[in-house]
């Protein structure tokens, strides 16, 4: 169990992040809003990649912790590497909807319709079914090291399926902007200085909002832990 | 500037999609630490 | 090793003895896959859309989805009668049980393939016989693929409550690059185009059989441990 101390200080630290995080967010506004220019070709729309980008980004890394977590798992057989897992995924599956929902809205100005079946767009749609599915299977079997097993399988196979299904839908077919951050000519060689610092702020923005997401949700599987243990004992003591 | 309203609708899931997400964790986790607290006073008055 | 491969063969026999004894699964498994062939025929107007152009992926649907039933039938066999414990508790192992399957699987599928194939030659009225190597080449491919990531999940999934549902789930958004690929490379074929034209596709679906068998080889002890 926590001691006093150690949950203060947990509280502390958590109080710091949600300024940081607070104040990230505030930056990135001013940016997208005031700082940043409007793209001559596709107008104020475009301002959308500040948003869409970062999730992807996030949603990206998050499922890339699972897929750590799950190996971690499934080596170490702790239960902390399951619950880091879990909670990774979870947030994941919240930023990759984000992203398939602000990725038609700017679609529909710029290629005219909502949804294209464009390859990044199709990709984020196939992961997010694969994580939902991930969900899915951790809320079907009860609490056990049954379910973190079986999840850390799922975590591994499905990160695995990252580079098939973007090679596959590649070839398949595309119209997504190439992309302009990380082009042939090196980093940011696509886009102005002013577009790239933006981005650059929104982007620790959503990576301090992840690290936020990760201590509330870890904490609250450890609550969750912590209260099944106690009506465990309650049930067998008495 | 004809596409404000998307820009508009696309910031407005992103902070309600953000926004939500974390109250429902908040709430959550109150109900679970109030639960928490019920299970160890009646554990506490018992034992 | 050769310990490894009785014990394969001697899970693969098993698996044939009942199938020849019992029958079900096989003729499941092919009404099935036609009853879908049927289905998409009548969806799809075929007097509109040219043949080879749907029926690549028709073919495929079927496969996939009475392979899916074969999927089910086989982990469900055992955990009915309790011989998945029974598996579990001979000296065997884990990996030889994943294989054994996976090789059960694949041969039932493969099977029931061979005598879709010339019903769908009759219905779309196109001509696979010039093209079979090729296209048995691919066929190969893909149902390797869907197997080895197949028997994995199965295994997983019959220990869950709804197993029925849950296999799809899980299994239909990982397939989709193999999916993607095989039905690519089939409308390929069957536009006379030779192999060397589509090596991309096969370095993919082959990729994918060898890492998720592998990674069926190293996770299958967890998924298997009571």
Same mark, same amino acid.
Not at chain 1, 134 to 139: D, G, P, T
Not at chain 2, 6 to 12: E, I, M, R, V
Not at chain 3, 126 to 129: A, E, S, V, Y
């Given at each position: 169990?926590?001691?006093?101390?150690?949950? =203060?200080e947990?509280?502390?630290?958590?109080?710091?992040?949600?300024?940081?995080?607070g104040f990230?967010?505030?930056?990135?506004m001013?940016?997208?809003?005031?700082?940043?220019?409007t793209e001559?070709?596709?107008?104020?729309?475009q301002?959308?990649?500040?948003?869409?980008?970062?999730?992807?980004?996030?949603?990206?890394f998050?499922?890339f912790?699972?897929?750590?977590c799950?190996?971690?798992?499934?080596?170490?057989?702790?239960?902390?590497?399951?619950i880091?897992?879990?909670a990774s995924?979870?947030?994941?599956?919240?930023f990759?909807?984000?992203?398939?929902?602000?990725?038609?809205i700017?679609a529909?100005?710029?290629w005219g319709?909502?949804w294209?079946?464009d390859?990044?767009?199709?990709?984020t749609l196939?992961?997010w079914?694969?994580?939902?599915a991930?969900?899915?299977?951790?809320?079907q079997?009860?609490?056990g090291s049954?379910?973190?097993?079986?999840?850390?399988?799922?975590?591994i196979?499905?990160?695995?399926?990252i580079?098939f299904?973007?090679?596959?839908?590649l070839?398949?077919?595309?119209?997504h902007?190439?992309?302009?951050?990380?082009?042939n000519?090196?980093?940011?060689?696509?886009?102005d200085?002013?577009?790239?610092?933006?981005?650059?702020?929104s982007?620790?923005?959503f990576t301090?909002?992840?690290?936020?997401?990760?201590?509330?949700?870890?904490?609250?599987e450890?609550?969750?832990? =912590?209260?099944?243990r106690?009506k465990? =004992?309650k049930l067998y003591?008495? | 500037?004809?596409n404000l309203g998307?820009?508009?609708?696309?910031?407005?899931f992103v902070?309600?999609?953000?926004?939500?997400?974390?109250?429902?964790l908040?709430?959550?986790?109150?109900?679970?630490?109030?639960?928490?607290?019920?299970?160890?006073k009646?554990?506490?008055?018992?034992? | 090793?050769n310990?490894f491969?009785?014990?394969i063969?001697?899970?693969?026999w098993k698996?044939?003895?009942?199938?020849?004894k019992?029958?079900?699964?096989?003729s499941?498994m092919?009404?099935?896959?036609?009853?879908?062939i049927?289905i998409?025929?009548?969806?799809?107007?075929l007097?509109?859309?040219?043949?080879s152009?749907?029926?690549?992926?028709?073919?495929w649907?079927?496969?996939?989805?009475s392979?899916?039933?074969?999927?089910?039938r086989?982990?469900?066999?055992?955990?009915?009668n309790?011989?998945?414990?029974?598996?579990?508790?001979?000296?065997?192992d884990?990996?030889?049980?994943y294989?054994?399957?996976?090789?059960?699987?694949f041969?039932?599928l493969?099977?029931?393939?061979?005598f879709?194939l010339?019903l769908?030659?009759?219905?779309?009225n196109?001509?696979?016989?010039e093209h079979?190597?090729?296209?048995l080449?691919?066929?190969?491919?893909g149902?390797l693929?869907?197997c080895?990531?197949g028997?994995?999940?199965?295994s997983?999934?019959?220990?869950?409550?709804?197993?029925?549902?849950?296999?799809p789930i899980?299994?239909?958004p990982l397939?989709?690059?193999?999916v993607?690929g095989?039905?690519?490379?089939?409308?390929?074929?069957?536009?006379?185009?030779?192999?060397?034209?589509?090596?991309?596709?096969i370095g993919?679906?082959?990729?994918?059989?060898?890492?998720y068998?592998g990674?069926s080889?190293m996770?299958?002890d967890?998924?298997?441990?009571?």
């Open positions: 169990m926590m001691n006093p101390p150690a949950l =203060e947990n509280q502390a630290e958590g109080n710091i992040l949600v300024w940081l995080t990230a967010f505030l930056a990135a001013i940016g997208i809003f005031i700082y940043v220019p001559r070709t596709e107008g104020v729309i301002r959308i990649m500040y948003f869409h980008v970062p999730s992807a980004w996030l949603s990206f998050a499922f912790v699972v897929f750590i799950s190996i971690l798992f499934l080596w170490k057989k702790d239960r902390e590497w399951d880091y897992a879990h995924a979870g947030i994941g599956v919240v990759c909807s984000l992203v398939l929902i602000t990725g038609p700017w529909r100005p710029i319709a909502w294209v079946w390859a990044r767009l199709t990709s196939i992961l079914l694969i994580y939902v991930y969900l899915m299977l951790r809320a079997s009860s609490a049954m379910r973190a097993r079986y999840a850390a399988v799922l975590g196979v499905g990160f695995l399926n580079p299904i973007h090679f596959s839908v070839w398949w077919r595309t119209f902007p190439q992309p302009k951050v990380i082009s000519e090196g980093i940011g060689k696509g886009m200085p002013s577009m790239l610092a933006t981005l650059g702020v982007l620790c923005a301090l909002l992840y690290f936020l997401l990760m201590g509330e949700r870890v904490r609250q450890k609550l969750k832990d =912590e209260i099944d106690l465990r =004992e003591s008495s | 500037m004809d998307f820009l508009f609708a696309a910031n407005a902070w309600g999609g953000i926004i939500y997400y974390v109250y429902t908040r709430l959550r986790n109150r109900a679970l630490e109030k639960d928490l607290d019920l299970l160890k009646t554990l506490s008055k018992e034992g | 090793m310990l491969l009785s014990q063969s001697a899970i693969v698996d044939f003895v009942t199938e020849l019992t029958r079900e699964l096989f499941a092919f009404i099935f896959a036609l009853l879908v049927l998409f025929i009548f969806s799809v107007n007097s509109i859309v040219k043949a152009e749907v029926g690549p992926g028709i073919l649907v079927a496969f996939l989805f392979g899916t039933i074969g999927l089910n086989s982990f469900m066999l055992e955990k009915e309790g011989c998945l414990m029974g598996l579990l508790l001979a000296p065997a884990r990996t030889a049980i294989f054994g399957k996976l090789i059960s699987n041969v039932f493969t099977i029931m393939e061979l879709i010339p769908f030659m009759i219905f779309f196109i001509d696979l016989i079979l190597f090729p296209l080449f691919v066929i190969f491919l149902t693929g869907f080895a990531l028997t994995l999940l199965s997983l999934a019959s220990n869950l409550k709804t197993r029925e549902i849950m296999l899980l299994l239909y397939l989709v690059p193999v993607i095989v039905v690519r490379m089939t409308g390929q074929i069957l536009a006379g185009e030779p192999l060397s034209e589509m090596m991309n596709w993919l679906t082959t990729s994918f059989d060898i890492i068998i990674v080889i996770t299958i967890h998924i298997l441990e009571e």
